[in-house]
């Protein structure tokens, strides 16, 4: 039975009620022995048996400063305390209250995690039973849990819009029909390579007697043709160039860093071949060639997209002038005679 002393009277409880009312409560004798501990707090030591060890053995109090013993818990009875257990929780600082006792010089102290009643929560696996009625911790986890569960549908929400904000950036950057870059994606990729100084070539390619496939074979064959020049140009490139359809039959790739004329000569050299080979929709052949215009951005000083992309045009024409399927280098002279209007 555990007797409270105030200036009139007493007030007399039993352990359980007391554990009822105060599932963190400490009674702590004149020695420093514990008597009693709540079954929460009893519950946050785990295997650290409470009762008949020594409080102060088990707890620092660092606020407010000077009580080592039980007298200066009395001195300080009403006063609220920060009390820090030494071993078995790992939790914040406890924040409780001492008031006297009747048994020869005991105190009772009333405990709570205060701030750090989340952790507590957590750590311990504690449920609205390991608190008083009247406490108001669950009250608060409640809404923390509120706020965590919206925080994280907020969370969800804005994932679900940026994916979809950087899905319509890539649809606006996307060829619908043969999934390669469209135009836009061609001139951000250019300004960007430009401005950060990175070499590239640059290969314009225009497929040959494609007007044929549409008229003879019809727009479904002509779809399934540009279809297929796009898997051919994706299988001679690399996951760092871009590949992009600009018109109705017409193609840029972009090489980034790669500017040895001899190698992109090599490459259009392949893909002309590759597409001479033709391909086959409704049983029918697709026959095509194309025609290519190169030009190289270390040729420039400085480099810029619009003159580029007009040399390896001018290019690709020479190209077909010269009976298509095949591909020419840009070169000056092809400038000077576009000059002279040749």
Not at 89 to 100: C, E, H, N
Not at 125 to 135: H, K, S, V
Not at 244 to 271: P, Y
Request: hydrophobic fraction near 40%; include cysteine; charged fraction near 25%.
């Amino acid at each position: 039975m555990v007797s409270v002393a105030s200036s009139t009277q007493s007030l007399q409880i039993g352990r359980a009620s007391a554990n009822r009312l105060m599932p963190m409560h400490i009674w702590v004798s004149a020695t420093g022995r514990i008597e009693s501990a709540g079954t929460t707090l009893q519950k946050a030591f785990g295997t650290i048996e409470l009762e008949g060890e020594n409080f102060f053995d088990l707890f620092e109090v660092r606020g407010p400063g000077g009580i080592f013993a039980v007298d200066d818990l009395h001195r300080r009875a009403g006063k609220t305390l920060s009390i820090c257990p030494r071993i078995g929780t790992g939790a914040y600082a406890l924040r409780g209250i001492a008031v006297p006792l009747e048994q020869q010089g005991a105190v009772l102290l009333n405990l709570s995690f205060g701030v750090g009643v989340i952790y507590a929560v957590s750590a311990f696996q504690l449920t609205a039973a390991d608190f008083a009625a009247t406490e108001l911790a669950m009250e608060l986890l409640y809404l923390v849990e509120a706020k965590t569960a919206v925080t994280e549908e907020l969370r969800r929400l804005n994932l679900r819009l940026k994916g979809a904000r950087d899905e319509a950036e890539q649809q606006a950057l996307t060829d619908m029909l043969t999934g390669l870059r469209n135009r836009r994606a061609l001139d951000l990729t250019m300004t960007e390579l430009i401005e950060g100084q990175v070499p590239f070539g640059l290969m314009h390619i225009d497929l040959d007697y494609f007007k044929a496939v549409n008229d003879t074979l019809g727009h479904a064959a002509g779809d399934h043709v540009l279809r297929e020049v796009a898997r051919s140009l994706l299988s001679e490139t690399r996951d760092c160039d871009t590949v992009a359809r600009v018109g109705g039959d017409e193609f840029v790739i972009v090489f980034q860093e790669l500017t040895d004329s001899e190698k992109l000569s090599n490459i259009a050299d392949r893909v002309v071949e590759r597409l001479r080979e033709p391909s086959f929709f409704g049983g029918k052949p697709c026959r095509i060639s194309a025609s290519i215009g190169i030009t190289i951005s270390i040729n420039y000083c400085p480099p810029e997209a619009d003159r580029m992309l007009s040399d390896a045009d001018e290019a690709l024409y020479a190209s077909k002038n010269a009976g298509r399927g095949q591909a020419q280098m840009f070169k000056s002279s092809m400038e000077d005679r576009r000059a002279l209007g040749n």
